[in-house]
């Protein structure tokens, strides 16, 4: 089998006196197999309350696992005949002290033959912030090995209905540290601008209308508010403008919008609807739905509106189209056979692939994480709904929420 050689050239930051050496770390391994990494139980230092649960080194090692570039081995010490044994080149190996709710850790990456220091980090944290901190060193750790960054520092948000109401949900990339930025009414199509700031379409009017929501201040700021019904707002962050959906021309046509709610442009022009509008990642053209043939089917134009060109032929459904972080790629809801499930194409239509074909239920709302490994959705069957990430490399799933209740999902691309 063909054998791909990483060779990265590495910063090595020691400890002792922060002093920068170039190394080589070179690892031969099978082209698109996993890097196998060591990651070592941390040891408590002198003095060090226990740590309990925290266990920032099992963060560490799931986090790297996940997207399926490292092999991840979980191992108690780090001596020359485990390191043979498990065949892994490098390892990560630490330390920690806790006091109250203060905990300290350090964390290391090693060259398993040399024993050279790759890479060192230093952190200091309220217990609280133990799992961020832990995805921080994981993305360093990417970082370092691959020269590429890692989505463990993603966030993803989604809708959670209970009662009469609907609440979007903040949580880290692997549905943990769940946190509600709304807490009242009717609240839903969530997708980010920054870290401080989500898009969302609430009915705080009686009606759907477009919001700025301020992640710290929980604070939501209209943005698109007329009496006609507004929807599917996506922000692009290279051309710094919106585009949604809007019936203010009588029926559902896509428009563009700055973020301070200036220079509105209409970007479609049919007597059909046209909705769900997605920016490439290069801000340059979209993606949106429009039944104009009889059925939804997904379309492609530029920036401006221009060009449109029709690029799904099959089904009699679809919803929902996500460009990948790359560009080459969208993601959609394709319903076939009376099922709804998620399919991606490259973005001229060509190539489509139905990736959850093999799962039971219905699979809506797709969107990419910010390094193109996994897809994010919506699973819904016996009347349960929850989010769930399929990484694209080997069809493996992850459920991220737990309630039964949850859906339209959105990743966030940093």
Same mark, same amino acid.
């Given at each position: 089998m063909k054998k791909l050689l990483f060779v990265f050239i590495i910063t090595v930051l020691t400890y002792a006196q922060r002093q920068g050496t170039t190394? &080589?770390?070179?690892?031969? &391994?099978?082209?698109?197999?996993?890097?196998?990494?060591?990651? $070592?139980? %941390?040891?408590?230092?002198?003095?060090?309350?226990?740590?309990?649960?925290?266990?920032?080194?099992?963060?560490?090692?799931?986090?790297?696992?996940?997207?399926?570039? %490292?092999? #991840?081995?979980?191992?108690?010490?780090?001596d020359s005949a485990t390191l043979l044994r498990e065949q892994v080149p490098v390892y990560i190996s630490g330390s920690y002290t806790k006091t109250g709710d203060t905990v300290g850790i350090e964390a290391y990456l090693y060259d398993s033959g040399t024993r050279n220091l790759l890479m060192g980090k230093s952190y200091r944290f309220h217990q609280k912030d133990a799992h961020l901190t832990a995805h921080r060193f994981a993305s360093a750790v990417h970082k370092t090995i691959l020269g590429e960054d890692g989505p463990y520092e993603s966030k993803i948000v989604y809708v959670e209905k209970r009662n009469n109401e609907k609440n979007i949900v903040m949580a880290d990339y692997d549905g943990k540290n769940k946190t509600y930025l709304t807490r009242s009414g009717?609240?839903?199509?969530?997708?980010?601008?920054?870290?401080?700031? $989500?898009?969302? #379409? &609430?009915?705080?009017?009686?009606?759907?209308?477009?919001?700025?929501?301020?992640?710290?201040?929980?604070?939501?700021?209209p943005l698109v508010a007329t009496r006609r019904v507004e929807s599917s707002p996506n922000y692009s962050d290279v051309n710094g403008r919106v585009v949604f959906a809007s019936s203010k021309s009588g029926n559902m046509e896509i428009y563009s919008i700055k973020l301070d709610g200036t220079d509105e442009q209409r970007l479609s022009v049919s007597p059909s609807i046209s909705t769900a509008p997605n920016w490439s990642p290069n801000g340059f053209r979209l993606a949106f739905i429009s039944d104009r043939t009889g059925a939804p089917q997904i379309y492609v134009a530029d920036?401006?509106?221009?060009?449109?060109?029709?690029?799904? %032929?099959?089904?009699?459904?679809?919803?929902?189209?996500s460009w990948s972080p790359d560009g080459t790629?969208?993601?959609?809801?394709?319903?076939?056979?009376?099922?709804?499930?998620?399919? #991606?194409?490259?973005?001229?239509?060509?190539?489509?692939?139905? $990736?959850?074909?093999? $799962?039971?239920?219905?699979?809506?709302?797709?969107?990419?994480?910010?390094?193109?490994s996994h897809i994010l959705f919506t699973l819904t069957q016996g009347g349960r709904s929850d989010v769930y990430a399929m990484r694209l490399k080997d069809k493996r799933l992850l459920r991220l929420s737990e309630t039964g209740n949850s859906e339209q999902s959105k990743w966030s691309g940093f």
């Open positions: 190394v &080589a770390l070179e690892i031969s &391994a099978d082209q698109d197999a996993a890097i196998p990494i060591g990651v $070592v139980v %941390f040891q408590p230092l002198e003095g060090s309350e226990d740590i309990g649960d925290i266990r920032p080194w099992v963060t560490i090692a799931d986090d790297l696992d996940w997207t399926g570039r %490292f092999s #991840v081995k979980k191992l108690n010490t780090a009717i609240n839903i199509m969530p997708s980010f601008i920054d870290k401080r700031n $989500v898009l969302c #379409v &609430a009915y705080d009017r009686g009606k759907p209308d477009i919001y700025i929501l301020d992640i710290l201040q929980g604070k939501k700021t920036r401006t509106g221009a060009n449109v060109q029709r690029i799904t %032929f099959g089904g009699t459904y679809h919803d929902s189209p790629k969208i993601a959609y809801t394709a319903q076939r056979g009376g099922r709804k499930m998620i399919a #991606v194409s490259l973005a001229n239509g060509r190539e489509e692939v139905l $990736v959850t074909e093999g $799962v039971r239920g219905q699979q809506e709302y797709p969107s990419w994480s910010p390094d193109g």
